[in-house]
């Protein structure tokens, strides 16, 4: 039996997620899913709290892993960010290195980790890419967060160059879909329009969209990210790291976002731009060019469509969705 056909027994921290129920959606849905020797243990924070090692080693142990896809973080939106950002710093600092020193100490033969567009430099030139992760400063807005998350690439070096281990990471952009984060103060910027627009609707008042709506964004749908996650899982060799994103041509505007989602959602009342909310990053349109050098023909889920299948996600799972 060669090391591909060996049983390759997979743990996902932040398994109940945004990402990770995507993950799970298309696992469940690959026509070749029994051929796969494959098996999935999908982990929350009620499972363990990955800030503390001793749990994280109970973990490892009881389902010792061969493969980890790790998602698990503090995450919020901008304005969590901004009153927050030593936490975030802090916290993700705690897993991240736990994940990755229990993994090591286990015998993982490879982790995925997830980094976030964010951790990129606020003055750069545009598009941003893989090499460009440590060139200068993040935004001011969520330097905690993005510099716990850069510090993952770093590990991920250390621990090939000492150790000669294969860890590596995703870079995905803007991610929505099923089981998002819909909370309107902590979630990111498509979930929380796809809720206000639904309480707008219920109590036939204005839609109130925080910021100019001038700010562009990547979209990518979770379940486009999470095919994309899994070929990185099966197929992909480098611990250098790998934006999974839509192409630069099909950047949106939050205005143009917006009016998606209105649409999606067949809202018909007034929409409103609070212009006294911060709008953060102005952009960070980000290359997919390595990604598509290695998979030239994948097809990403069209916009308008991705966003009615989440807001009648959303609206059809309401009492159970996180908000």
């Known amino acids: 039996m060669t090391t591909s056909d060996q049983a390759k027994r997979i743990l996902v921290t932040g398994g109940t997620g945004l990402v990770g129920s995507a993950i799970k959606h298309v696992i469940e849905n690959e026509p070749d899913r029994d051929k796969r020797n ?10 363990c709290d990955l800030r503390n090692r001793e749990e994280t080693e109970v973990l490892f142990k009881k389902h010792q892993p061969t493969h980890v896809i790790h998602l698990a973080a503090l995450v919020g939106g901008l304005f969590r960010n901004l009153s927050r950002n030593l936490d975030f710093f802090r916290e993700n600092m705690e897993i991240n290195d736990n994940v990755l020193s229990v993994a090591y100490q286990t015998g993982v033969k490879k982790v995925i980790s997830c980094l976030s567009t964010c951790i990129f430099p606020d003055k750069t030139t545009y598009p941003i890419d893989e090499t460009m992760v440590h060139s200068g400063p993040p935004h001011d807005s969520n330097f905690g967060y993005s510099y716990a998350k850069r510090m993952i690439d770093v590990l991920n070096r250390g621990y090939f160059v000492q150790h000669g281990v294969q860890y590596t990471s995703i870079i995905p952009t803007n991610v929505y879909g099923p089981d998002d984060n819909f909370n309107i103060e902590d979630g990111h910027v498509l979930p929380g329009l796809i809720h206000k627009c639904y309480l707008a609707k219920q109590n036939n008042t204005p839609l109130i969209i925080w910021g100019s709506g001038k700010p562009l964004r990547q979209f990518i749908y979770s379940y486009d ?8 899982l099966r197929e992909y060799d480098s611990i250098e790291p790998i934006i999974l994103s839509v192409g630069e ?3 949106v505007s939050i205005k143009q976002a917006a009016e998606a989602v209105v649409k999606a959602m067949n809202f018909t009342g007034e929409i409103k731009y609070d212009t006294t909310r911060a709008d953060g990053q102005f952009k960070k349109t980000a290359s997919n060019a390595k990604l598509r050098r290695y998979l030239p023909d994948f097809q990403f889920t069209p916009f308008e469509e991705a966003i009615q299948y989440t807001c009648d996600w959303f609206v059809k799972n309401y009492d159970r969705a996180r908000k």
């Open 249 to 251: 041509e099909d950047e």
């Open 225 to 232: 990210l999470a095919k994309l996650y899994l070929w990185v």
């Open 38 to 47: 494959e098996e999935y243990f999908f982990i929350s924070s009620k499972d």
